[in-house]
């Protein structure tokens, strides 16, 4: 299995233990859930069952009791969730097992409305599972704000009761190189990076990939051709996260329209949703799954944090799918701009480097000394004339501050005197207007290397793509 080292590890504790182990699994939609538990248990259970999409209670209880006669447990259609547990009960208490591994995917499809199912649980766990000492319980669901708002933050009968929680996810660029050597795809590092900043860590995606055909060919296949597999994927990831609407489509356009961040008063504005539960669970799972990372900008308070759109994939369809209802099939390929690629290449490259913001830690040969991530920005004021903003400051406990600049190059990159300029001033700026005492580095990461000109000594460190695969 590629990856998921960490995981393994929590499931090897739980198993370890003598006592009733109740563990959520979530995350986004098609990024593994199931496949490491079952390839984790080689697909040996006490009991296996999957809820169904969109149906009634009446069919949710129908397949669970199909589950518990697949299972060896005959019994009739049980008239409530309570009585479906009862049955699951008596299956497990007849299991010779010496651990019972109970795994239920899918979970959050099985909570129809009025079934009172989440009570059922309760009961099930509080008032016998839990005593066992040889039950392992796995819950999962793709509706990863079902898991976090009604398992992880349940207030009633289920409040600290969950033992482990694994949150899955995507792979770094360095397990996406492993799984492309595994696919035999030969592909370079410059490749993998391409891919990317169009997948994200997204293993599932990268598994249509073929063999033979260029990154190009390969993105139009998947995402501009007629039937491509992945062109109506965000549609269905968003319909997967969230059981009913929550207006995370209007969240989800409103981030992408301020590149850098938005603050959660801007965001309601632009949404148009009211500040109450509803908006506050759904911005907090879009946070929790990953697609949305909140920070602090450099000199604020925790108060003035910003939410910005970090998916890659997410980040890709809005700026090229969902614009076009009627694509050029060859759209990647020769359909649109350089112009518009360079532009793209140049933010997507950025969002890459912020989810591998450890490896460029390790790199820097800081990975142990606590820092801040964050960025910052200046609308131009009596203070200093000129407007700059920062996408990535490391701000380090050792009194120094990395100022990152992120630059997408086909090759070595070259610091021209504009750009050059342009960076200057983003550093005055930045310690003219925060008054920092601390020592400042101007850091390059860049896909290949520096052309060495009379621009480029301006930098302290230059970390190619090289320290994005590290770790």
């Not at 614009?323 to 701009?337: A, H, K, L, M, R």
């Not at 407007?387 to 050792?398: F, H, K």
Request: net charge positive; hydrophobic share 35%; charged share 25%.
């Amino acid at each position: 299995m590629v990856g998921r080292k960490q995981e393994i590890k929590t499931l090897d504790e739980v198993m370890s233990r003598n006592q009733g182990q109740l563990v959520a699994i979530y995350g986004r939609r098609r990024i593994g859930k199931t496949y490491l538990i079952r390839k984790y248990f080689n697909n040996t259970f006490t009991f296996y069952h999957t809820g169904e999409a969109n149906v009634g209670m009446k069919d949710q209880l129908l397949g669970f009791r199909d589950s518990l006669r697949e299972y060896g447990h005959d019994c009739s259609l049980p008239a409530s969730w309570r009585e479906a547990f009862h049955e699951l009960r008596k299956l497990i208490e007849a299991s010779s097992e010496n651990k019972k591994v109970v795994f239920i995917d899918e979970m959050p499809w099985m909570d129809t409305p009025r079934s009172k199912f989440l009570s059922a649980l309760e009961c099930f766990w509080n008032g016998w599972g839990s005593s066992r000492d040889d039950l392992v319980m796995i819950v999962c669901g793709s509706a990863s704000a079902w898991i976090v708002n009604n398992i992880l933050k349940n207030r009633g009968g289920l409040h600290n009761r969950i033992t482990d929680q694994i949150h899955l996810l995507p792979f770094t660029l360095s397990e996406c190189e492993e799984l492309t050597k595994e696919m035999g795809l030969g592909m370079s590092r410059q490749e993998i990076c391409s891919l990317y900043m169009i997948f994200g860590g997204v293993a599932y995606y990268w598994g249509f990939l073929r063999k033979g055909e260029s990154v190009a060919q390969n993105v139009d296949r998947l995402f501009f051709a007629e039937n491509g597999k992945l062109r109506g994927e965000f549609d269905s990831m968003l319909s997967s996260l969230f059981k009913r609407d929550t207006g995370c489509r209007k969240m989800f356009a409103a981030l992408f329209s301020k590149g850098i961040g938005i603050s959660r008063d801007e965001l309601l504005r632009k949404t148009g949703m009211s500040d109450g539960k509803v908006f506050c669970q759904t911005l907090d799972a879009l946070e929790k799954c990953g697609f949305v990372r909140r920070y602090t900008a450099f000199g604020k308070k925790q108060r003035d944090s910003l939410y910005q759109l970090i998916d890659c994939f997410s980040l890709f369809h809005l700026k090229f799918i969902e614009p076009e209802s009627n694509p050029d099939p060859q759209s990647w390929t020769t359909g649109i701009s350089s112009r518009e690629k360079d532009v793209w290449a140049g933010l997507a490259f950025e969002r890459v480097c912020l989810l591998h913001v450890g490896q460029l830690k390790r790199a820097l040969g800081i990975g142990g000394v606590r820092t801040g991530i964050c960025s910052w920005r200046h609308v131009a004021d009596d203070v200093y004339p000129r407007g700059a903003q920062i996408d990535l400051l490391i701000d380090r406990a050792d009194n120094v501050v990395n100022v990152c600049e992120m630059k997408f190059s086909s090759g070595d990159y070259v610091l021209k005197k504009a750009e050059s300029e342009n960076i200057d001033n983003k550093v005055l700026a930045f310690k003219t207007v925060t008054e920092t005492p601390k020592s400042v580095y101007l850091t390059l990461v860049t896909t290949k290397g520096l052309v060495d000109n009379e621009y480029a000594r301006k930098f302290q460190n230059v970390l190619s793509l090289d320290s994005l695969f590290s770790g």
